[in-house]
Nanobody
């Protein structure tokens, strides 16, 4: 059974850091494209970062240079290191996975499996 379980969300002050984790069950974290998304109530979900099977990464412009997506194959876990956090980063962050043969994108279309989300709150 394919499952994704996020953790690591918290409340921090602007300028702080957090690391989100996404524990993967049912397949290998490096076997398909995986991404991080975030959503604020009343707004569309936004793609934050992705990592392809080959390790190619991409980020939305607003987090470039501050966030880093990575994975640890032995732990079968996807990470999102978030530095220099800003109040506008406040959202529910979710990890997601595409089907094995699908390419990568920051668009949520095509992501088949989703975690339950973890809340990140950044205060000014």
């Amino acid at each position: 059974q394919n499952q994704l379980a996020e953790s690591g969300g918290d409340s921090v002050q602007a300028g702080g850091s957090l690391r989100l984790s996404c524990k993967v069950s049912g397949y290998s974290v490096n076997s398909r494209c995986m991404g991080w998304f975030r959503q604020v109530p009343g707004k569309e979900r936004e793609g934050v970062a992705y990592m392809s099977k080959l390790g190619i990464v991409d980020y939305v412009a607003s987090v470039q240079g501050r966030f880093t997506i990575s994975r640890e194959n032995t732990e079968n876990t996807l990470y999102l290191q978030m530095n220099a956090l800003k109040p506008e980063d406040t959202a529910v962050y979710s990890c997601a996975a595409r089907d094995r043969m699908a390419g990568c994108s920051l668009r949520e279309t095509g992501y088949t499996y989703w975690g339950q989300g973890t809340q990140v709150t950044v205060s000014s």
